[in-house]
């Protein structure tokens, strides 16, 4: 028996009695009762637990629009009945926020009793010494000579304050209890796991996240239009973003070429950027893949990379139709690449001109005449080939389009799988069907950054790191209860202890004998030996 | 090129896996043992039980302690087999422990980046929570569970999981990582034998049940281990410290996330599992103060919440997919 009967009193009772004719007001007071009992408690848990189940097995939108898409080609039939379920946002759903909000309202309704017992418990004396020790789990008792009763309960009363208990005297005996604290940090902590949950909604609004694809040398400012895409929270208004400018001066990467288990695994991301305040001078930094650059209450994240080749497109009589880097979007970890090249200042702009090209940093020809990358670094072996159409790149409609795909619907294939335009680096090809040139001018590498604002960061940080406080000190401090009763019988005085834990107390036992050794080394040395037995 | 450390590991955990076995049988001789004795000690208390009584109703003793023993004493009685199990078992560790250090040399990092060395250091953290355990309580009635236990995960793991020595991909270099994983572990060593607790609690429970009923023991070897109240308790102080190393599992989590991706929680399936343990845990804890589900109910809870776990290392890490199964640095640049 570990857990007394009365460890029970610290939480509103189970047994709810369901009377039959019952008021409004009281069916009230019955729910609030029901919602905020343990058993209630207990239930909304594992309703939780089990409620965070699909959101692993179906993809989500916030983790993985990608997979989202593509259960739904797959999955048409159940997509409906999915999408009604808000199975594709299972965590901001109706149903799984009911569950939690109610879990931290009936969270609420147990804490705040809860502190209110707890407070005047604190400050009221020990409870009154139990009559019979033999009932108390763990009890033993001496009888000694040379010591009169009030000297013995006085000794008791010191040593348990040593001990730091907190005393009673009930005439010759003493009460005591110790380990409040553990109540405290139980209250602590749920309170704490409340404020969590506020923070991190009330903070989420004042956050926003960007991203933006920086190719080597070119500058972001911080403003909306300089992202490829926003996402701003609740509160987010006109002068949430600070201003600064970011500028990607050179990515280092690194992959393994000496293990033969991991050839062409990259090791490292290192991107060499500087920043710039409004009032200050450019400053360089180095944001690393597991360390953010932190830059006017922004931290600046490193997501993702690849290669953007430079090409040139002239016309065929000369002029300039196209210069500059496109970022290519990686396919596979040897880094083989897809990009589109869209030309739409052409001579004749009905014939505007689409490439849809491949990169093959380290190419290798497959004996199906296609090729292959090997190794996930350029040089002058690099390869891209083309594919060539001719038509409306769709730039002109104003409708923003995806700058990595290219509509070939209306377009006209002038050169394909049988006879791609090729180039390395420094090369120069004619296009077909009188297009012009392409000249492959170098290749450089872009970096994804993900931007991010949260300011409610510390607040959270702050209420994690009280709960983890609370959580420690109530699983750990025992709390119990020790008394020391003393009567005279004939000649001899008897002390009996005892000891109750409160909660869960593995060394229930060594305290109470521990009592008993200590109580006689403070008694006079006359008294210390026991009496023998009669 | 295949690492000749790596290759000594491997070596090293298979010597460590046959070890384990034969200290599995060692503690499964004892389990025999304790039946044979249990039957034994029936006859010895049926006959004493009269003489027991009359002494119990003495008058004034000078020294009374209410229960029988305090419960903490461990029992010190002499297992010759299951001393042997323990030996192995510090054995196996020893060599199991070389396996998991040589792995991390070869790799030039902590040994557990990848499922094979999930497995062989998580295994031998189980290993190592339960020698320390057995210099506080006697839990050798265990030693073929988790013996057992362990050898079928190396297995397993040696089997299925392995994989040659490689680097670390970027988003895995990080020293909140390294925490994460390595008190997962431990929350995960201590779960296990917590668990193993709770199914010795449900069968003290049937058998009393059995009893109850007046239908015959056919467990006897339960007569030798602790009662089902015992159980629970030891049950829930060592899933206590579990609890709170799962706990920490899940801020490190956080705060890696934070670093590497951008947002301390994203339901991200990983995060999504280690969140689910968390809540059952709670839930479990919850029980043990909640009328009508103290006992059988906690200790099932306790079992859930350990089912998870299993789930969670064996078939989400291998069958779902999110940021956790990582090919390197996550390349779309949307
Ligand atoms: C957000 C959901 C909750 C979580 C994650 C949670 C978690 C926990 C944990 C881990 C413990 C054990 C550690 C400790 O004693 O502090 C605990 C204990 C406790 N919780 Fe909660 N809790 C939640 C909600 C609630 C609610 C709604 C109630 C009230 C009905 C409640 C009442 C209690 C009580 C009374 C204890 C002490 C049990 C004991 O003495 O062992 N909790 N909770």
């Given at each position: 028996m570990s857990r007394p009967s009365d460890a029970q009193d610290r939480f509103t009772d189970d047994a709810v009695v369901v009377n039959p004719r019952l008021g409004p007001l009281e069916w009230l007071r019955w729910g609030w009762r029901t919602l905020t009992s343990m058993r209630t408690a207990l239930l909304l848990l594992l309703a939780l637990a089990v409620a965070a189940v699909p959101g692993s097995l179906i993809p989500q939108n916030s983790s993985d629009p990608n997979g989202v898409a593509q259960y739904k080609a797959a999955n048409p039939g159940l997509t409906k009945i999915v999408n009604a379920l808000q199975g594709f946002d299972v965590y901001t759903s109706f149903w799984f926020s009911a569950i939690y909000l109610l879990l931290f309202i009936s969270l609420i309704g147990c804490v705040v009793p809860r502190l209110r017992h707890h407070w005047t418990a604190m400050r009221k004396a020990p409870p009154r010494t139990p009559?019979?020790?033999?009932?108390?789990p763990f009890s033993s008792s001496i009888r000694l000579h040379g010591v009169d009763v009030d000297a013995a309960v006085d000794a008791g009363e010191r040593v348990l304050r040593a001990s730091r208990y907190r005393t009673a005297r009930y005439g010759s005996s003493v009460s005591a209890e110790r380990g409040y604290l553990r109540e405290t940090g139980n209250l602590l902590f749920h309170s704490a796991l409340v404020g969590v949950l506020i923070a991190v909604f009330v903070g989420g609004g004042f956050t926003y996240t960007g991203q933006r694809v920086l190719v080597t040398g070119d500058t972001f400012a911080n403003t909306e239009l300089g992202y490829d895409s926003l996402s701003p929270g609740r509160f987010f208004g006109d002068g949430s973003l600070a201003p600064y400018a970011l500028r990607l001066d050179k990515l280092d990467v690194t992959y393994e070429q000496r293990n033969v288990a991991a050839f062409g695994q990259p090791l490292d991301y290192t991107a060499h950027v500087s920043t710039k305040l409004p009032d200050g001078a450019w400053q360089k930094s180095i944001i690393k893949v597991n360390s953010p650059l932190d830059v006017a209450g922004t931290s600046v994240y490193l997501l993702g990379n690849g290669y953007a080749p430079e090409f040139t497109v002239r016309n065929a009589d000369g002029s300039l139709a196209f210069h500059g880097s496109v970022a290519f979007r990686p396919q596979n970890a040897q880094m083989t690449s897809l990009g589109v090249v869209k030309v739409?200042?052409?001579?004749?702009?009905?014939k505007q001109i689409g490439l849809v090209g491949f990169l093959y940093p380290t190419p290798a020809e497959q004996t199906d005449g296609s090729f292959t990358s090997i190794f996930p670094s350029v040089g002058k072996q690099s390869l891209v080939s083309f594919f060539v159409y001719e038509g409306d790149v769709g730039l002109d409609s104003g409708a923003p389009r995806n700058?990595?795909?290219?509509?070939?619907?209306?377009m006209k294939q002038v050169a394909g799988r049988t006879d791609p335009v090729q180039l390395t680096i420094g090369q120069t090809k004619t296009l077909p069907d009188g297009l012009g040139t392409v000249t492959l001018d170098g290749i450089t590498r872009y970096a994804a950054f993900d931007i991010h604002h949260d300011p409610s960061q510390g607040i959270v940080a702050l209420f994690v790191a009280l709960a983890v406080l609370g959580l420690i000190t109530s699983l750990l401090v025992p709390r119990r209860r020790l008394w020391i009763k003393v009567r005279e019988e004939g000649d001899e005085v008897v002390v009996e202890y005892a000891g109750l834990a409160r909660g869960d107390d593995p060394n229930l036992a060594r305290a109470v004998a521990e009592l008993e050794s200590k109580h006689r080394a403070a008694l006079p040395e006359a008294a210390r030996e026991p009496a023998p037995v009669p | 090129m295949v690492n000749p450390l790596d290759q000594i590991s491997e070596l090293l955990l298979i010597s460590a896996i046959a070890v384990y076995l034969i200290a599995f049988v060692a503690f499964a001789l004892d389990l025999a043992r304790r039946s044979a004795e249990s039957q034994a000690k029936v006859d010895l208390v049926r006959a004493g039980s009269a003489e027991v009584e009359r002494s119990a109703g003495g008058g004034t003793a000078v020294l009374v302690a209410a229960p029988p023993a305090p419960p903490e004493a461990p029992v010190r009685d002499r297992r010759p087999a299951a001393r042997t199990g323990i030996a192995l078992m510090l054995v196996g560790a020893a060599l199991h422990l070389g396996a998991a250090v040589l792995r991390g040399v070869a790799a030039g990092r902590v040994p557990w980046a990848n499922m094979y060395e999930f497995a062989m250091t998580g295994t031998l953290i189980m290993v190592l929570v339960f020698l320390v355990a057995l210099t506080r309580i006697d839990l050798r009635f265990l030693g073929a569970v988790i013996a057992g236990f362990v050898v079928v995960l190396l297995g397993i793991a040696t089997v299925s999981f392995h994989v040659a020595v490689s680097p670390l991909p970027p988003a895995l270099q990080s020293y909140w990582l390294v925490l994460h994983v390595l008190v997962a572990m431990l929350g995960t060593g201590f779960f296990t034998l917590a668990a193993a607790l709770s199914v010795a609690q449900l069968l003290q429970v049937r058998r009393r049940k059995r009893a109850e009923a007046g239908r015959g023991d056919r467990l006897r070897l339960l007569a030798t281990i602790p009662d089902a109240d015992r159980l629970e308790n030891l049950a829930y102080r060592i899933s206590v410290v579990g609890f709170i190393l799962w706990t920490f599992t899940l801020i490190a989590g956080a705060i890696w996330a934070n670093h590497a991706w951008g947002r301390y929680w994203g339901w991200d399936t990983k995060e999504v599992w280690t969140f689910i343990i968390w809540v059952v845990y709670a839930g479990y804890l919850h029980a043990r103060a909640t009328l009508g589900w103290r006992g059988t109910g906690s200790a099932w809870l306790n079992l859930i919440g350990y089912a998870c776990i299993l789930f969670n290392f064996g078939v989400v890490n291998v069958f779902f997919h999110g940021l956790h199964s990582y090919s390197g640095l996550p390349t779309s640049p949307s």
């Open positions: 009559s019979r020790f033999t009932r108390l739409s200042e052409t001579t004749d702009r009905k700058v990595y795909e290219l509509d070939t619907s209306k | -």
